[in-house]
DNA sequence: GTCTATATCCTGATAGAC
DNA sequence: GTCTATCAGGATATAGAC
């Protein structure tokens, strides 16, 4: 049996994944946890420090998994396929809680986070920032031919489209009247890898290489 | 001079657009247009009524815009191209305030409707529902191999891209350094659509295809 | 560590004078 | 139409008994 510490994470993981950080009340997740009132700030302190502890204990493990599939592409002599690279940032995240009932909500949690400014600042640095270092590097091996920019720009594209998908599992499950099957996961996972690899891997046109080359109607060296 | 309904919808638009709608209370919204702390509630009733009037101001021209584009496409003998069909959805709204000082807030506000759910629901049947159905109807024309499963799929993805990037202009110019230029919009909206028209137009995976085919080696007919 | 009770603040919304 | 004053409810957070 959970302590109480541990089913006020959970109530709150559930609670948050379902409606959002903002939207949900200490009262609420009191009583789903069933828990004292003044749990909460015993254990925690604070909502924000609260909210920190259910993405720590979430994401850590989330990005641990990443990080461990980066090093393996890392390592190989090859740079690695870009299929292979999204599916170690892709993955993860989809795969947490498999298995268990609640399995949807911790996959829309992991939208949460960067939809909610104040929380974002609050949390980027400690869980994310490695992850996205990394996974940034392998990029630029496996698409030597991108100027950094350009990279960039893609990269942020990419993320938008794997959080959108995480989060509005509802929505997506909603709004195609059942057509797209949010609740499977692998192959949830595939069309995303599919979707963002194409994408980051586009040829440029030539209008988008022009506006990252140093010179413009002479040439370009970039 | 605007008046004070203006004024107030000026104001909403632009907190609502740097913090979000829930985290505005409507005291901020009065102080900020300087106008009367019942003013809202003469004018509109109530904050949600404010904020769908916050919407549809901006989102009519927006759409307006978007289905004459489409249109254009619509009566074109040809298939439209997947690039200029991605582009009748990106630019209207990366275009909108252009030339104001607070253009990029506009652009911002763009993308918060889908991350709040209790005001998506409120607003979309009114505002997005036609521009959907069109610009669906148009990429099947678009990307007539695909079946509906993936290209719808591979819509909401590509959806999220466009909302990551309307919404997190701020993110992605702090975030890259200010390697990525977010001010110019021309530019953003031709580096977005190169990437949605990748991921949409992406050939399908051997095992993806094999998820949406009639048969299988059983054979499955739902 | 747990609980009840409550303090303090802030929200959306309203009443009623002008 | 505009303003001041205020309501009722709900939020986070805390005090203090057990």
């Given at each position: 049996?959970p302590?109480?510490?541990?089913?006020?994470?959970d109530?709150?993981?559930?609670l948050?994944?379902?409606?959002?950080?903002?939207?949900v009340?200490?009262?609420?997740?009191?009583?789903?946890?069933?828990?004292?009132?003044?749990?909460?700030?015993y254990h925690?302190?604070?909502?924000?420090k609260?909210?920190k502890?259910?993405?720590?204990?979430?994401?850590?493990?989330?990005?641990?998994?990443r990080?461990?599939?980066l090093e393996?592409?890392?390592?190989?002599?090859?740079?690695?396929?870009?299929?292979q690279l999204?599916?170690?940032?892709v993955?993860?995240?989809?795969?947490?809680?498999?298995g268990t009932a609640?399995?949807?909500?911790?996959?829309?949690?992991?939208?949460?986070?960067?939809?909610?400014?104040?929380?974002?600042?609050l949390?980027?640095?400690?869980?994310?920032?490695?992850?996205?270092?990394?996974?940034?590097?392998?990029?630029?091996k496996?698409l030597?031919?991108?100027?950094d920019?350009?990279?960039?720009?893609?990269?942020?594209?990419?993320?938008?489209s794997?959080?959108?998908v995480?989060?509005?599992?509802n929505?997506?499950?909603?709004?195609?009247?059942?057509?797209?099957?949010?609740?499977?996961?692998?192959?949830?996972i595939r069309?995303?890898?599919?979707?963002?690899?194409?994408?980051?891997?586009?040829?440029?046109?030539?209008?988008?290489?022009?506006?990252?080359?140093?010179?413009?109607?002479?040439?370009r060296?970039?």
């Amino acid at each position: 049996m959970p302590d109480t510490k541990d089913q006020i994470l959970d109530a709150a993981e559930c609670l948050f994944s379902e409606y959002g950080i903002g939207a949900v009340p200490l009262r609420r997740i009191v009583a789903e946890a069933k828990v004292n009132s003044a749990a909460i700030h015993y254990h925690f302190g604070s909502k924000e420090k609260l909210v920190k502890a259910v993405f720590v204990r979430r994401y850590g493990p989330i990005n641990r998994q990443r990080i461990e599939l980066l090093e393996a592409l890392e390592s190989a002599e090859q740079p690695p396929g870009i299929e292979q690279l999204c599916h170690a940032i892709v993955a993860p995240p989809f795969r947490i809680g498999e298995g268990t009932a609640s399995e949807h909500l911790y996959r829309s949690l992991a939208g949460r986070l960067m939809t909610e400014p104040a929380y974002m600042e609050l949390i980027f640095n400690d869980l994310f920032a490695e992850v996205d270092r990394r996974f940034d590097a392998l990029l630029a091996k496996a698409l030597p031919d991108l100027p950094d920019t350009v990279r960039t720009w893609r990269k942020f594209m990419a993320t938008g489209s794997m959080i959108f998908v995480l989060r509005e599992q509802n929505l997506i499950a909603r709004a195609s009247n059942g057509l797209c099957d949010t609740s499977d996961v692998e192959v949830t996972i595939r069309r995303l890898v599919r979707f963002m690899a194409a994408g980051l891997s586009a040829p440029m046109a030539d209008d988008e290489a022009d506006l990252v080359a140093p010179a413009r109607s002479g040439g370009r060296n970039a």
